[in-house]
T-cell receptor, first 115, second 111 residues
Framework: EAQVTQNPRYLITVTGKKLTVTCSQNMNHEYMSWYRQDPGLGLRQIYY?????VTDKGDVPEGYKVSRKEKRNFPLILESPSPNQTSLYFC?????WGAGEDEQYFGPGTRLTVT | GQNIDQPTEMTATEGAIVQINCTYQTSGFNGLFWYQQHAGEAPTFLSY????GLEEKGRFSSFLSRSKGYSYLLLKELQMKDSASYLC????????????FGAGTRLFVKA
């Protein structure tokens, strides 16, 4: 089954404790992206990747890091989480971009709480 | 700046037609998307417009006017399961894999 998976689905952590949210897709997609979703603000793009070893900042990259060492995986790293990073996080992937119906496939989401 | 506006909430009756509007101001334009998101779930793709006009997909249609920076999603024969948030998103012509989402419109379908 074609899918995007994220782990963990739920996480409660404390300020300053490094964490990684994993994202994996089995569709051989080149394009991957991380979003956070907050009430009233909608989805905001954190980072995206257009291929292995190619990443770039979205609109809200501060406090986050990403890596793309393999095509299928795109982990999101919070080196020193703070309470304002409490949010619902989605990973998404797409097979191509800027060339037609480039829909994004979203993972199930990771609900992160930082106390 | 880049901005996408859509109404926060709408209510409609089962069997009726509802139109959800979206206006956008972005640095260039490379396509507009509509996604559906049920509470607690991931967004799922509904439609894509890059040229002016109406795209129809069963009960759902989406319209685009690039000169006006305007789109709408039309849902016909509303069903209770259509109660969800509808997200308007634009791919600006800034290169990369950038996508800008509106805050979403929460649609309530009542019997």
């Amino acid at each position: 089954e074609a899918q995007v998976t994220q782990n963990p689905r739920y996480l409660i952590t404390v300020t300053g404790k490094k964490l990684t949210v994993t994202c994996s897709q089995n569709m051989n997609h080149e394009y991957m992206s991380w979003y956070r979703q907050d009430p009233g603000l909608g989805l905001r793009q954190i980072y995206y990747s257009m291929n292995v070893e190619v990443t770039d900042k979205g609109d809200v990259p501060e406090g986050y890091k990403v890596s793309r060492k393999e095509k299928r995986n795109f982990p999101l790293i919070l080196e020193s989480p703070s309470p304002n990073q409490t949010s619902l996080y989605f990973c998404a992937s797409s097979s191509h971009w800027g060339a037609g119906e480039d829909e994004q496939y979203f993972g199930p989401g990771t609900r992160l709480t930082v106390t | 700046g880049q901005n996408i506006d859509q109404p926060t909430e709408m209510t409609a009756t089962e069997g009726a037609i509802v139109q959800i509007n979206c206006t956008y101001q972005t640095s260039g334009f490379n396509g507009l998307f509509w996604y559906q998101q049920h509470a607690g779930e991931a967004p799922t793709f509904l439609s894509y417009n890059v040229l002016d006009g109406l795209e129809e997909k069963g009960r759902f249609s989406s319209f685009l006017s690039r000169s006006k920076g305007y789109s709408y999603l039309l849902l016909k024969e509303l069903q209770m399961k259509d109660s969800a948030s509808y997200l308007c998103a634009v791919s600006p012509n800034t290169g990369g894999f950038k996508t800008i989402f509106g805050a979403g419109t929460r649609l309530f379908v009542k019997a």
